[in-house]
């Protein structure tokens, strides 16, 4: 299979927002299908087909042309016949909150239409970026949107998140006490605010991240056995980790390392 993936940044206006881009261009060097699993990463994504669309196993549809991609608590296999050509935007894990009025908790385990989200410049822009070939002017075009659309009136709460998100990234093991009194907010509503800037509720989020820390320590220390994986990232023991990596990926850790590269689109920076 001829294929080329390429990670672009953004701008500094739009980093504490968007976590990167990323292109993806494959074909079947025999025409045949191509195929990806996926697994939840922790961020809310747009999606810009510009070739064949992708058929998605978990929810036994075609997916739409182009797309906001909720946050997942499962695995699914995305299949395409001929070739593929797409734009990703990945935003920070709150990130999406500062470019849609809607709470991103709306999209958690949907993949969204642009038709259904009611913004007619979104609309424009999957429209260009259709026929827009160069990847430097597709990134320029979609920051021209992103500049537009972004909303900093919601800046207080952002802050707040960002670092909530800072000591998850960096404490393997926090309890949503301890988070809520980080944002200085009762329980209730620390979920309530969190589940509307991220998308998912703050426990289940720290599974998804405590997951992508995993695959990250396999991808940069593959000699680690399974029990000091498990205590380095804040698993209650191999078990527990094993059960969750079934659930997220549809393998166990050895199983996942056998068919795969261990690779955290979370904590990674390409």
């Known amino acids: 299979m001829m294929e080329q993936f390429d990670v672009i940044y953004p701008s500094p206006l739009l980093s504490p927002y968007i976590k990167h881009y990323w292109t993806l261009r494959a ?36 997916l739409p042309q182009s797309f906001v991609s909720g946050q997942s ?25 500062a470019f849609f009025d809607i709470p991103m908790n709306e999209f958690v385990g949907q993949d969204i239409s642009l038709e259904d989200i009611g913004d007619p410049l979104l609309l424009d ?9 160069n990847t430097t002017f597709c ?16 800046q207080y709460n952002f802050e707040r998140l960002d670092a909530v998100i800072a000591n998850i990234n960096n404490k393997p093991k926090l309890s949503i006490g301890n988070l809520a009194d980080i944002c200085c907010l009762s329980s209730k509503q620390f979920d309530r605010i969190f589940g509307e800037y991220v998308g998912t509720n703050p ?13 990250f320590i396999l991808q940069s220390y593959s000699g680690l056995n399974l029990t000091q994986l498990a205590l380095e990232c804040g698993y209650y023991d191999q078990s527990h980790m094993i059960n969750e990596f079934k659930r997220f990926s549809g393998y166990s850790p050895r199983e996942y390392m056998a068919v795969c590269n261990p690779y955290s689109d979370y904590f990674f920076k390409p």
């Open 27 to 62: 074909e079947s060097s025999d025409g045949g299908s191509v195929g990806e699993r996926t697994i939840p990463t922790g961020c809310i994504s747009l999606v810009f087909h510009r070739a064949s669309r992708m058929y998605s196993s978990a929810q036994d549809v075609l």
């Open 139 to 154: 990134i320029k075009r979609i920051e021209q949107y992103f500049i537009k659309r972004l909303n900093i009136t919601r």
């Open 125 to 133: 822009l999957a429209d260009s970026l259709f026929y827009m070939r």
């Open 203 to 215: 426990k289940e989020f720290l599974c998804i991240v405590r997951f992508q820390r995993a695959l």
């Open 73 to 97: 608590s499962g695995h699914t296999d995305l299949l395409a016949k001929g070739r593929v050509d797409m734009i990703v935007v990945v935003f920070q894990p709150a990130g999406g909150r």
